[in-house]
């Protein structure tokens, strides 16, 4: 079985941090975070390929956004900080064979997403 596993989410003020988890089960996998705000399509956030460097596919995060990898216990985070109240969204970690990294329509296997909700 494929599909990640995620874990983590919840609220946070404005200006905090939270950190997401994904439980990857195919470390030959391209993984990457999206997030999804109601009335809009899922976003690729960040992505990266084994044995690769981080790839930030979204402007509005880069500076506060970074995806630690844990290869031992095939986990990718995604450690946030800074956060706005527009990065309200459902989180999403995805993974697939993919070329284009920040091609959101690549990734094959879905974990079934967290909430994080920043108040103002």
């Known amino acids: 079985q494929a599909q990640p596993v995620e874990s983590g989410g919840g609220s946070v003020e404005a200006g905090g941090s939270m950190s997401l988890a994904c439980l990857r089960s195919?470390?030959?996998?391209?993984t990457a975070w999206f997030r999804r705000v109601p009335g809009k399509g899922r976003e690729v956030i960040a992505s990266?390929?084994?044995?690769?460097?981080?790839?930030y596919c979204d402007d509005s995060v880069k500076g506060r956004f970074t995806i630690p990898r844990d290869n031992a216990k095939n986990m990718i985070y995604l450690q946030m900080d800074n956060l706005k109240p527009e990065d309200t969204a459902m989180y999403y970690c995805?993974?697939?064979?993919?070329?284009?990294?920040?091609?959101?329509?690549?990734?094959?296997?879905w974990g079934q997403g967290t909430q994080v909700t920043v108040s103002s």
């Open positions: 990266i390929m084994l044995g690769g460097a981080p790839v």
């Open positions: 195919g470390t030959a996998y391209t």
């Open positions: 995805a993974a697939g064979a993919v070329r284009q990294q920040c091609l959101g329509s690549e990734y094959r296997f």
